[in-house]
């Protein structure tokens, strides 16, 4: 090991940079100014405050010797946003970092599922990148990223402008797949995966609402590596909850799982349908042929014994199998040979650095969603994915080498009920073996306060997680954003 401590502050990256020491100390805390407030649902919410006149921590940014370098951020997103801010905090004055991204604000998938039950509005969860500019001095460019040219090392956008880089860190995150006979006007107009929070989200938060007396709700879980591992089973929960609670008799939620059994927090989902929601969740693992007719809400599939099924449904919620963007046949990232992961679909790194390992592709790195790295597609994972690329960058910008021995963790909460939740916790570190990021419980090599490093699962659902859950969700936002 190299002697990383980390600390009770999930969002920290064990880094051991300077800078980072200097961010904790001072940063997080002036990092709260752009942001305040609490929603009124309750649940902890930053929100950009306008009029307050902006920050800057140009005192805080490294002196590095770093000089005229160029890195252009594809992807304003969790990992986007965060390897962002943090090449400046790290690199300096000297590196100049353009993010490329189209839409004007983020909209946080994380919590979104909250929007189903009415407890958050969408746009509780929208962020404003503006904290990029004014405190760390990165340049926004709005667009979307359509071609890389890796001989000359430039980037076309949408509207056919170009952007030279050094390096280039791609973050796009997730495209989705026509499947089960939708189309993606099929999700936009009638069965939203609302996997990407937005106006897909709004709209199964309508259709949930419009639900009647013995309606049926069915959602679909495409085969690992998805999205958020937890995050299929933690929405039928919210659903099903809601339609308790809201006095809807005899409604179903019934989840179609391809996988074998449930992903991620066994205990506690397998808790959660068995006892909280008997009766009104019923879990089919180990489904096949899944075809779904969009406007009858007819849904059919082959169960785990081969035997095929039918459902009329009122709301379907299809999470459709997904890809990194651009891996699509044809798409930009596809034509850059980048998607080198699983059957096309992601794109394979060195986890000391996030540079892609596709021959040829030197100085271009993938973080977030996008990635094939050994952990979960996760929001605060895309976080520490970011600073582990950011602090390589770095190291390899001024003549070093990426640390040989990263460490990341990640926390997840789960809502289970609109006022209780559960937690998932881990620490990776990287196993050299076969150069992929592992969970840290091999023999307790790794120590957090003393304790041997396992993934843990909160032992029981409560309302004190559920305030826990909302403290990380703004803690992690600041993090990325402010
Ligand atoms: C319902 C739900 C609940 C979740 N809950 C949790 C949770 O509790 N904890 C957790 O850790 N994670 C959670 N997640 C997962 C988390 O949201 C994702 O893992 C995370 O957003 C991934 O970050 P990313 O930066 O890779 O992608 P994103 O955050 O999706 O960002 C990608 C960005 O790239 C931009 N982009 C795409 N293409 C281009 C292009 N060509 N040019 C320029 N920009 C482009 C997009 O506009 C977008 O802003 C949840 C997800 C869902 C759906």
Redesign the pocket.
């Known amino acids: 090991m190299n002697g990383i401590t980390m600390k009770n502050n999930p969002i920290e990256t064990g880094l051991s940079r300077r800078q980072w020491v200097g961010l904790a100390a001072g940063g997080l805390a002036t990092g709260l100014l752009p942001f305040a407030g609490w929603a009124d649902s309750g649940v902890t919410s930053l929100r950009s405050v306008k009029g307050r006149k902006p920050v800057t921590v140009a005192s805080e940014l490294a002196t590095t010797g770093i000089s005229g370098q160029r890195v252009v951020v594809?992807?304003?997103?969790?990992?986007?946003m965060t390897v962002a801010k943090y090449l400046r905090l790290w690199g300096g004055s000297g590196l100049q970092v353009t993010l490329?991204?189209?839409?004007a604000l983020?909209t946080s998938?994380?919590m979104?599922?909250l929007v189903l039950n009415g407890s958050r509005n969408i746009s509780t969860l929208q962020f404003t990148r503006d904290a990029l500019t004014t405190r760390y001095g990165v340049v926004r460019k709005a667009g979307?990223?359509v071609a890389i040219d890796r001989n000359t090392r430039t980037v076309t956008l949408s509207d056919q402008s170009t952007l030279m880089y050094d390096r280039l860190v791609l973050?796009?995150?997730?495209s989705f797949d026509d499947a089960y006979g939708l189309t993606q006007a099929d999700y936009e107009a009638r069965t939203p995966h609302a996997?990407?929070?937005g106006a897909q989200t709004t709209l199964l938060r309508q259709q949930v609402v419009a639900m009647r007396d013995k309606d049926v709700f069915v959602m679909t879980i495409p085969k690992a590596p998805y999205?958020?591992p937890p995050?299929p089973y933690e929405?039928a929960c919210v659903v099903a909850d809601h339609l308790k609670t809201t006095q809807r008799a005899g409604c179903q939620v019934i989840v179609l799982d391809e996988n074998p059994s449930i992903q991620a927090e066994r205990h506690t989902f397998e808790t959660a349908f068995g006892q909280t929601h008997a009766g009104v969740i019923r879990y089919v693992p180990g489904v096949t042929g899944i075809t779904i007719d969009p406007m009858t809400k007819v849904v059919s599939y082959v169960d785990a014994l081969g035997v095929s099924q039918v459902i009329q449904a009122r709301v379907v919620n299809p999470i459709v199998p997904h890809r990194a963007?651009?891996s699509e046949a044809g798409g930009?990232l596809a034509q850059a040979g980048l998607n080198n992961g699983t059957a096309g679909r992601w794109a394979n790194v060195n986890v000391l650095s996030y540079e892609s390992t596709a021959a040829g592709a030197v100085g271009i790195h993938v973080i977030?969603?996008?990635s094939s790295c050994g952990m979960p597609?996760?929001?605060?994972?895309?976080n520490q994915e970011a600073k582990i690329c950011a602090d390589a960058i770095v190291r390899l910008m001024t003549g070093g080498q990426p640390d040989p021995q990263p460490v990341a963790n990640s926390a997840?909460?789960s809502p289970i009920t609109a006022k209780t939740a559960s937690w998932l916790t881990a620490v990776y570190q990287y196993d050299s073996a076969d150069g992929k990021m592992k969970i840290a419980s091999n023999g307790g090599q790794l120590l957090i306060n003393g304790v041997p490093a396992v993934p843990t699962e909160a032992a029981t659902v409560s309302q004190d997680n559920f305030k826990d859950m909302g403290t990380w969700f703004t803690t992690l936002m600041r993090d990325t954003a402010a």
């Not at 594809?74 to 986007?80: E, K, L, N, P, S």
């Not at 973050?171 to 997730?174: D, F, K, N, Y």
């Open positions: 594809v992807g304003g997103g969790m990992a986007g490329v991204e189209p839409d983020y998938s994380i979104s599922n979307s990223v973050a796009p995150g997730v996997w990407r929070a999205r958020c995050g929405r963007t651009g930009w977030g969603d996008a597609k996760a929001g605060h994972v895309a997840c909460y």
